[in-house]
């Protein structure tokens, strides 16, 4: 039921009359600089797989980012768009490295 609310949601931005809009989709994203879910069963999800994380970048690196990266690629997109309205978590990888 989620996707097909977030997936209207999705929809009804893009027939807005916005010079643009873009929808991020991330995967797994991991909190850095102290930032952390408010959730306590994402906590300590996080805390638990914190160890596994350069493992699972490694393995599946179009799945997997860092709150950092994820802000990196929006300040990207406000300032210079992107090629597509919606962006998938190996595209906004791609965005958060051309900001750097």
């Known amino acids: 039921m989620w996707a097909r609310v977030k997936g209207e949601a999705e929809n009804a931005l893009l027939r807005m009359p916005f010079g643009a809009a873009y929808m991020f989709r991330p995967s797994f994203v991991r909190p ?4 952390l879910p408010r959730a ?4 300590i999800l996080y ?8 493992i699972l ?3 599946f690196p179009k799945h997997v980012s860092t709150t950092e990266e994820l802000g990196r690629a929006m300040i990207h997109v406000a300032k210079r768009g992107f090629g597509q309205p919606i962006l998938e978590n190996w595209d906004f990888r791609k ?4 900001e750097s």
């Open 40 to 43: 306590a069963w994402l906590r």
């Open 57 to 59: 970048k490694l393995l």
């Open 47 to 54: 805390q638990i797989s914190s160890p596994f994380f350069p």
């Open 95 to 98: 965005a958060a490295v051309q």
């Open 32 to 35: 850095l600089h102290g930032s």
